[in-house]
Nanobody, 116 residues
Framework: QVQLVESGGGLVQAGGSLRLSCAASGRTFSMGWFRQAPGKEREFVAAIKSIWSAYYSDSVKGRFTISRDNAKNTVHLQMNSLKPEDTAVYYC?????????????WGRGTQVTVSS
């Protein structure tokens, strides 16, 4: 397992942008982001296995971009055209394949609030 620390959450108006970052304590094959809104289950947002293999949920496709810096063991989530329904706690995850299997590691989460 690796330790994950998220940063970059906050409050933004609808249509605005935020950039989340996650620093890992070591190398991991797959990294990604999940989110959990109040009263809802945690859901997959995006994952990246390499510079060329990025995956998104349908709800964020075209608005969010995931990227990673392997040299720094970091992953970023650029969120544009934010909507109130994007409001949630966003969690960084790491493991062999975070999109299809339970991640080995989770961050503590960072709050994203989008006002209408």
């Amino acid at each position: 397992q690796v330790q994950l620390v998220e940063s970059g959450g906050g409050l933004v108006q609808a249509g605005g942008s935020l950039r989340l970052s996650c620093a890992a304590s070591g190398r991991t094959f797959s990294m990604g982001w999940f989110r959990q809104a109040p009263g809802k289950e945690r859901e997959f947002v995006a994952a990246i296995k390499s510079i060329w293999s990025a995956y998104y949920s349908d709800s964020v496709k075209g608005r969010f971009t995931i990227s990673r810096d392997n040299a720094k063991n970091t992953v970023h989530l650029q969120m544009n055209s934010l909507k109130p329904e994007d409001t949630a706690v966003y969690y960084c995850a790491a493991g062999p394949d975070v999109q299809y299997s339970r991640p080995d590691s989770w961050g503590r989460g960072t709050q994203v609030t989008v006002s209408s």
